[in-house]
């Protein structure tokens, strides 16, 4: 706790409880008795930098870090040639696939059962149901190939959506930037120009009103863009008008 001084009081306890009551190490909150050496801040061996680093154990950190220095991090490239891997390693393994093989198989063993209950044939009968689980299993493996194929190619079209969305507004963002630069270079032309061929009284309206306009909108640059200002001019009235 602060003093009047200024000085602050080490606020670890002893061993049996009280309040240590020692001066604190300048800039820390405890003497050297309670921890006041031990370094601290970016000093410290455990100081991670981020939002969530500081709940990540050690082994995961190198990749933490790795990822926010990532420039690419917001891009969906990866995550389509994974999709795309995936489909194609899927649609493969239609080679193998026979499910209209299996319908036809699974009609005929179902025939051999209705015989054979028409029948009264019991063992017939067994031995058409152990024909049939092979069959129906077969039909489910294919089913589900399908259906992850289907799965995959629905995630892969919306992947691919999210990045030309991405793309799109990454191309305005470039855009904004492009015309902050011509909106700089405007301004420093209509200088040069009214400074060119207008008397200093004439120039100095002129300088005046487009300065007015300008300010009633937002020309700040945007980050990494900067704006072109107008060289200073060289006649003391228009000076006073751009001041």
């Not at 899927?90 to 028409?118: E, I, K, N, Y």
């Not at 009103?209 to 009235?237: I, K, S």
Request: glycine share 8%.
């Amino acid at each position: 706790m602060p003093t009047a001084n200024g000085h602050r009081l080490c606020d670890g306890h002893r061993k049996d409880g009280a309040p240590c009551g020692g001066w604190a190490m300048r800039g820390k909150t405890k003497c050297h008795m309670h921890g006041g050496k031990s370094p601290a801040g970016i000093a410290s061996p455990h100081f991670r930098t981020g939002k969530y680093s500081s709940l990540l154990p050690l082994r995961l950190a190198a990749a933490y870090d790795a990822a926010r220095a990532d420039p690419d991090l917001h891009s969906l490239a990866d995550e389509i040639a994974l999709a795309e891997t995936r489909l194609r390693d899927l649609l493969t393994r239609l080679d193998t696939s026979d499910l209209g093989h299996a319908w036809v198989a699974l009609a005929a063993a179902w025939r051999d059962f209705a015989r054979c209950r028409t029948a009264g044939d019991i063992p017939g009968m067994q031995k058409a149901l152990s024909a049939l689980e092979p069959i129906v299993h077969r039909g489910e493996v294919d089913y589900l190939l399908w259906q992850d194929i289907t799965d995959t190619a629905r995630l892969l079209a919306q992947l691919r959506l999210q990045e030309h969305r991405r793309l799109v507004d990454l191309e305005s963002m470039m855009t904004a930037e492009r015309a902050n630069v011509l909106f700089g270079l405007l301004l420093r032309t209509v200088h040069s120009a009214v400074i060119e061929h207008a008397d200093p009284a004439t120039a100095r309206r002129i300088l005046t009103a487009v300065q007015a306009t300008v300010r009633t909108y937002d020309t700040r640059p945007v980050a990494g863009a900067g704006v072109l200002r107008p060289d200073p001019p060289a006649d003391a009235a228009a000076a006073g008008a751009l001041a």
